[in-house]
């Protein structure tokens, strides 16, 4: 072999052992491995950090803060405590640094704020779901509770009951409560034992209230069963008259309206949370359909009256009853009129009569003679007022989607029109 073939040989050689591999560069961030300007974790949750490089690096920094909290090429954030962390990673070599800052914003969970549509679902065939919307009105996801659990959540949907972080989804023909988070709707328990046609649900002084029918068939079975908040452990059940539907909270007191169950009835009892005792009944309209407790902290009680197709017929009424003395102070009657979904906010209080809703402050002394808006709704199932806007869900025919119409009530103006799922029954505000 001559010189000059040993040349090229090794010049070849050098050539083959000098890749892309080998020449460093100074580091640059090629991918940063996430999406966005920043990133979002539900409290518990985490994410591995591993940006993508153009070249070797000897030395990784990644700090918390002004912590350094680990030295390798990737890093685990794990969300513990909620807040806003910024995370830098600095990365090294012989030719340079480059350095990249992750923002981490760590939540209560996905669904935190906005509002909750539980829609009740189509009677013993099929599920109830809920669904819910961004406080903008522009974000909807729909089934939220089967998507973070990947079951449906049961049979009827009655009511919601927010409390602290959880929600108690309370399933009427399911017998049943389902206890979820109320940020991420990940399940976290289920009563299912001493409840019979369950309700409405309410919370007073660490222990949870949930107005049960009883056995349809029986007028004397009605009852408030009593948990334990926190344990969900059963604590005992208050013997209450026929029809025991949505309750209210003043102070120590709760109020419970009793519609009737399949019959009718016009007492609102009294119950002293602090013995458990039914300590009176109010006598009120017939067939007291709604309650709702005004600025001043006092309770209004809406009656729809006992329908014409009984042969028994009354009409609807409304009443205020003084908190402080549970005695009925004003009474306004509705002549011709079947009248439901009370709802207040603040001091204005709102009632529908079929699809027109009518508002009036908490100070008159005349019910409105004036429709103040006219919904769209062909089967208005639900009213809910705050903030300014009126929440109003539409059951069309009853067995598909409903729609949920959003008003500003002040100047009376749609400001969204939402399909929901099947009897929309209610709104809350997850705040």
């Known amino acids: 072999m001559n010189i000059k073939t040993i040349l090229i040989a090794c010049i070849t050689c050098v050539f083959l052992s000098c890749t892309d591999d080998d020449v460093i560069l100074v580091p640059q961030i090629q991918s940063t491995g996430v999406e966005g300007d920043f990133i979002e974790l539900t409290i518990g949750e985490s994410i591995t950090l591993s940006p993508v490089l153009n070249t070797k690096v000897v030395s990784y920094s990644w700090l918390v803060g002004e912590v350094e909290v680990a030295t390798g090429a990737t890093y685990l954030f794990e969300s513990s405590n909620l807040g806003t962390y910024k ?155 026929l029809g025991p539907e949505n309750m209210e909270v003043i102070g120590n007191t709760l109020y419970v309206a009793h519609q009737g169950a399949y019959g009718y009835n016009n007492k609102i009892s009294v119950i002293n949370t602090l013995t458990n005792t039914v300590a009176s009944e109010i006598t009120v309209g017939d067939v007291p359909n709604s309650m709702a407790v005004d600025s001043e902290g006092d309770l209004w009680v809406l009656c729809g009256g006992i329908p014409s197709w009984t042969g028994n017929e009354t009409f609807g009424s409304l009443h205020k009853i003084n908190a402080a003395t549970n005695v009925v102070s004003t009474t306004f009657n509705m002549e011709n009129a079947h009248p439901g979904y009370l709802t207040i906010d603040g001091g204005t209080i709102f009632y529908a009569k079929g699809a027109n809703v009518y508002m009036m402050m908490n100070t008159a002394t005349e019910l409105p003679t004036n429709v103040h808006i006219e919904t769209e709704a062909a089967s208005l199932y639900s009213l809910t007022a705050n903030s300014g806007h009126l929440f109003a869900t539409d059951a069309k025919d009853y067995a598909s989607k409903g729609t949920l119409f959003v008003y500003d009530y002040l100047t009376k103006e749609t400001v969204s029109t939402i399909t929901t799922g099947i009897l929309p029954n209610g709104v809350y505000f997850n705040n």
């Open 87 to 241: 995370v830098l990673m600095n990365a090294s070599n012989s030719m340079g640094e480059v350095s990249y800052e992750y923002i981490i914003k760590v939540i209560k969970g996905k669904y935190l704020g906005g509002i909750i549509v539980t829609n009740e679902g189509p009677f013993q065939n099929g599920s109830a779901s809920v669904m819910h919307l961004s406080d903008d009105l522009s974000v909807v996801t729909d089934a939220i509770y089967k998507k973070e659990n990947g079951l449906d959540v049961g049979n009827i949907l009655q009511s919601l009951l927010l409390h602290g972080d959880q929600a108690f989804l309370v399933l009427n023909n399911s017998q049943k409560i389902e206890v979820v988070n109320r940020y991420t709707f990940i399940n976290e328990n289920t009563i299912s034992e001493h409840l019979i046609n369950p309700r409405y649900a309410a919370v007073i002084n660490d222990k949870l209230y949930v107005s049960n029918w009883g056995d349809t068939g029986v007028d004397t079975d009605d009852y408030i069963a009593v948990f334990d908040v926190e344990t969900l452990d059963y604590e005992m059940s208050i013997s209450v008259v």
